[in-house]
């Protein structure tokens, strides 16, 4: 079964430090999605993205944040400046939406910020 | 996104068959029913979807009473390794927003042998 992959499966960074964290959605998938987990919390949704724009974006999802799909087959999100309530369980996602609306799920990247 | 109600946890034992029912009085014409499985530390995986009456696959399977307003998934003869966080999810498959999830707390489903 296609899945979708992310890297690092765990990273620890410094305080204001900038992350990337990357995803591999599943090949010819049209919709992509970032959320996170906080520890003990619930999935929170962060940002959908469809042809090369956000279409749409939590609160959560402010300046400090960003995506792109630099080339056909990664997506990737961006922390410019870490906080320590940034640390969570990101997880990426993505849909065809035209065959079929299934989400389906990363195994997440868990970012700690010290 | 219709809100959900579900049971916030399950227990039971290896063999058995789990049924978590899900409240969603508002749900609307074109919404669907979305059911996710959760382990510790990984993404949430989808089990089955449905819109009406009863939908089965290798996992599980979904029961849809007529007036929809709630939906159970039935878990067949769990084992150990069913122990998750299974939530429910409402909503229309064909808005854009769809992609918006909205995760509620989900039910903990504990097995023992």
């Known amino acids: 079964e296609p899945e979708v992959t992310q890297t690092p499966s765990h990273q620890v960074t410094q305080m204001g430090q900038e992350v990337i964290l990357r995803c591999v959605p599943i090949s010819n998938h049209l919709y992509f999605y970032w959320y996170r987990q906080i520890l003990g919390q619930k999935v929170e949704f962060l940002v959908s993205f469809y042809n090369n724009e956000i279409s749409e974006k939590s609160e959560i999802f402010d300046d400090q944040f960003s995506v792109e799909r630099p080339d056909g087959s990664n997506f990737t999100l961006k922390i410019r400046s870490t906080k320590l309530e940034d640390s969570a369980m990101y997880f990426c996602?993505?849909?065809?939406?035209?065959?079929?609306?299934?989400?389906?799920f990363g195994e997440g990247s868990w970012l700690t910020v010290v | 996104l219709a809100k959900t109600t579900q049971p916030i946890s399950m227990d039971s034992y290896e063999g058995q068959e789990v049924n978590i029912t899900c409240s969603h009085n508002n749900i609307a014409t074109n919404d669907y029913i979305t059911w996710y499985q959760q382990f510790p530390s990984q993404g949430p995986r989808f089990i089955i979807q449905g819109y009406k009456t009863k939908v089965t696959n290798e996992v599980a399977s979904l029961f849809i009473p007529a007036d929809r307003k709630s939906s159970t998934l039935s878990l067949p003869r769990v084992s150990l390794s069913d122990t998750a966080v299974y939530y429910c999810l409402v909503g229309d498959l064909a808005t854009d927003s769809w992609g918006k999830l909205q995760f509620g707390a989900g039910t903990q489903v504990v097995v023992t042998p």
């Open positions: 996602a993505s849909a065809h939406r035209v065959s079929g609306n299934t989400i389906y």
